[in-house]
């Protein structure tokens, strides 16, 4: 098992382009998550996903958006990136609502 | 509110003991969680205590009490390939995990 994939795993933007990151899992999970983890600084909730359909905000949830159309793919859209977006992204997934979580590789997002 | 606290750094000698503390304060309860994150790479799970008292799992050993919304996360006989960042997050019953900061362990031969 591949477990919790991301794409791309560096990424340049210019302030204004959009982007999406990509979030797969192959272990039938219902719960996924985004994270964002600043330098020196601890994860911070983005969106969340408990099923195919369903998403929720998190903590920084603006400036963002999310679909979860199936129980693999969690994509997170960026539109009109600014540099305070710059940072490095999580995946996650879990079998259960507030159980383990495991994390996909990151995503290292520059925004110039 | 939700809070968490854990010391900023942390610093030890290659092959001692060190003892990383975290406290929190959290509207609901189910159980608080320990990952490791070496820099550059994804956080790993180390342990999970839902009752009171210590799990110890080889080197690494983890307490909880509930009452007094603390834990600490043990580690013996440090190797250098311990050094790394240590997150705490507590499952507070809303779906979600709430991560502390982290504490960052720097070990010196």
Redesign the interface.
């Known amino acids: 098992n591949a477990g919790v994939t991301q794409t791309p795993k560096f990424r340049i933007l210019k302030i204004g382009q959009s982007m999406t990151l990509q979030c797969t899992q192959d272990m039938n999970h219902n ?1 996924m ?1 985004w ?1 964002r983890q600043d330098p ?6 983005i969106y ?1 996903s ?1 099923g195919a359909g369903i998403t929720d905000k ?1 903590e920084v949830p603006n400036g963002y958006n999310v679909s979860r159309s199936t129980t693999e793919d969690f994509p997170l859209r960026l539109e009109l990136a600014a540099p305070s977006q710059t940072s490095v992204y ?1 995946c996650a997934s879990s079998p259960r ?10 995503t290292r997002l520059t925004v110039t | 509110g939700q809070n968490i606290d854990q010391p900023t750094e942390m610093t030890a000698t290659e092959g001692a003991i060190v003892q990383i503390n975290c406290t929190y304060q959290t509207s609901g309860f189910n159980g608080l969680f320990w990952y490791q994150q070496h820099a550059g790479e994804a956080p790993t799970f180390l342990s999970y205590n839902v009752l009171d008292g210590l799990e110890e799992k080889g080197r690494f050993s983890s307490f909880l009490s509930r009452s007094k919304g603390y834990s600490y996360l043990l580690l013996k006989e440090l190797q250098m390939k311990d050094s790394a960042s240590y997150l705490c997050a507590v499952d507070s019953n809303t779906g979600k995990l709430i991560f502390g900061q982290g504490t960052t362990l720097q070990v010196k031969p």
């Open positions: 719960y998550y994270y020196g600084m601890g994860l911070k909730l969340y408990v998190g999580f609502a507030g159980g383990e979580q495991y994390f996909g590789p990151g």
